[in-house]
């Protein structure tokens, strides 16, 4: 078993890839660290065996969950993340829905902070062109995950989930 367990959810593919991709990334890092597992398919006991945990959601339509994600949010809400080191990707397309670029992330970031949890992987908002966003903390000068725009700037995410890995894995203490 790695030591950070992965969790994503994934309608067209898309997060599936990132997730996978960083994966890949982290384990370059350090071998056999990242296990990846579809929220679809998991539990809350599942998630909790870790105690470094990074979670992958898309945003669709205007800033709603992606599917599997809806059906395992009211889960969370008997989940003690105390103690938990938690990082967050989100996907979303910034051109198309700048109005609610990336909320899914900042309502399952603000879910993880209510049960106690501890959020990492913070990541600046600059180089993002959008008008509002859940995913962001007070200032709005962060992203409290990594964004990531295969729609509009597909050609930043292999240099943005490389830096994010380096950056997480720093902050986890690993």
Do not use: C, H
């Amino acid at each position: 078993m790695g030591k950070i367990g992965l969790f994503f959810g994934s309608n067209t593919g898309n997060t599936e890839a990132v997730a996978y991709q960083m994966q890949e990334k982290f384990n370059e890092l350090q071998s056999d660290l990242v296990d990846v597992f579809n929220i679809g398919g998991t539990t809350p006991e599942q998630i909790l065996k870790y105690d470094y945990i990074i979670l992958g959601i898309p945003t669709w339509n205007v800033g709603q969950l992606q599917d599997d994600w809806a059906i395992f949010l009211p889960k969370m809400e008997n989940m003690n993340f105390k103690g938990k080191k938690v990082a967050l990707f989100g996907l979303g397309d910034q051109n198309g829905y700048g109005f609610n670029f990336l909320d899914a992330m900042g309502i399952l970031a603000d879910e993880v902070f209510i049960q106690g949890g501890t959020v990492f992987g913070f990541w600046s908002t600059a180089r993002y062109q959008f008008e509002e966003s859940l995913a962001t903390e007070e200032n709005g000068e962060a992203f409290m995950g990594l964004g990531i725009d295969q729609e509009g700037q597909a050609s930043m995410s292999e240099e943005r989930i490389d830096k994010w890995a380096r950056q997480v894995k720093e902050e986890f203490g690993l």
